[in-house]
């Protein structure tokens, strides 16, 4: 038995000492203590021990609050109790009320403050012992609400646990039924598939460490390359102070040249112009005075030697040096050439190494004949 209360058409306001329910063709009616509770949460859906749980009251009051309500016509349908458990009558109630045993149901409004004050503690009791176990029974619900998701959803993992198991023995079972039908020749087939796959992966991961180590070795290449041509500037710095000194010596001989010209010129002349007079001379007197041009040609000779020396030792390292900067551009040309072009710049600047030489013996020998004259 679920009782309901009659709600339809009611404006319900709350009350110091309960509700209150007017109707517009009804007169206004006030409920106090369990009656108040009971037509609040009588929706249909509870039973009468739900109800007794909810409003914190024993099943006979309940019980009570029902049939008085369903006096005043507040509920859709009466409920009758068992009869073990009917309890008192109405009649009994009504005097049990006028005797003052009852402090809870229906007042009039006209009451007396001192039942005013008694019902509104009571209904505060009431109120809020229905709270409470609304609330109780909220958590009830939400609880088993969640214990029920969880089972639908460890049902549904099973579910889907098991369907996978299936599908993946399915397809297990339709690889091993497609071998077996397959013949010798489709095996060998797809055997050789298999390792061309395999010989592929092989390459280009061969291919990838390739690349890789080539990418490494790069930066050691660049250091070498850079390293050569540090080199190259190096040396080029190191000849440079070597040609420069030599443009300085040749500056120096050119000098020397343009200075003694006009000298070795007048004596030249002067020794023409004794010629010429020894000539007019006896012969005896022209011998005598080449014989004073000889000497002072030897003495002359004797004196310039040094310079011829000089000069020719400066031209001697000059040759030195350019052959020794020849041999060193030879060389390096050598080593981007290859081993044939250097075997043939060797034979090429040994030749020109022994006709620089055999040159500089023929002017030693031009310039050791004066002093052996």
Excluded: I, Y
């Amino acid at each position: 038995m679920h009782p309901r209360a009659m709600v339809e058409g009611f404006a319900v306001t709350e009350v110091a000492a309960g509700l209150v329910l007017r109707h517009p063709q009804r007169e206004p009616v006030q409920l106090v203590g369990v009656a108040a509770a009971v037509w609040l949460h009588a929706d249909g859906l509870r039973s009468v021990d739900d109800l007794a749980v909810l409003v914190g009251a024993p099943v006979d009051a309940v019980w009570r609050a029902l049939d008085e309500l369903a006096d005043a016509e507040l509920m859709v349908a009466r409920v009758a109790p068992p009869a073990a458990s009917r309890g008192l009558s109405r009649r009994e109630v009504l005097s049990l009320a006028a005797a003052g045993a009852v402090t809870a149901g229906l007042a009039p409004l006209g009451a007396a403050a001192a039942g005013e004050q008694k019902g509104q503690v009571q209904a505060e009791q009431l109120f809020k012992a229905s709270e409470q176990a609304r609330a109780d029974e909220q958590k009830v619900k939400e609880g088993a609400a969640q214990q029920a998701q969880a089972e639908r959803q460890a049902k549904v993992q099973q579910h889907e646990l098991a369907a996978r198991e299936r599908e993946a023995e399915q397809q297990q079972k339709v690889a091993a039924q497609e071998q077996e039908h397959k013949t010798p020749m489709q095996r060998e087939q797809q055997a050789k598939v298999q390792t061309q796959q395999q010989q592929q992966q092989r390459n280009e991961q061969t291919s990838k460490m390739e690349q890789h180590n080539k990418l490494e070795a790069r930066p050691v290449q660049e250091q070498e390359e850079k390293g050569s041509a540090m080199k190259e500037k190096q040396k080029k710095k190191d000849l440079a102070p070597q040609e420069q000194e030599d443009k300085a010596s040749a500056v120096q001989r050119q000098e020397q040249d343009v200075k003694a010209g006009p000298a070795k010129e007048q004596e030249e002349k002067a020794s023409a112009v004794q010629k010429q007079e020894q000539a007019k001379k006896s012969p005896g007197a022209s011998e005598q005075d080449e014989k004073a041009s000889a000497v002072q040609k030897q003495e002359q000779d004797v004196k310039a030697g040094p310079q011829k020396e000089q000069a020719q030792k400066a031209n001697v390292q000059k040759q030195e040096q350019e052959s020794k900067a020849s041999a060193v551009q030879k060389q390096e040309q050598q080593v981007k050439a290859g081993p044939q072009k250097q075997e043939q710049d060797g034979k090429a600047s040994a030749k020109e190494q022994g006709q620089k030489v055999s040159a500089e013996e023929q002017a030693q020998k031009v310039a050791q004949k004066p002093g052996s004259e």
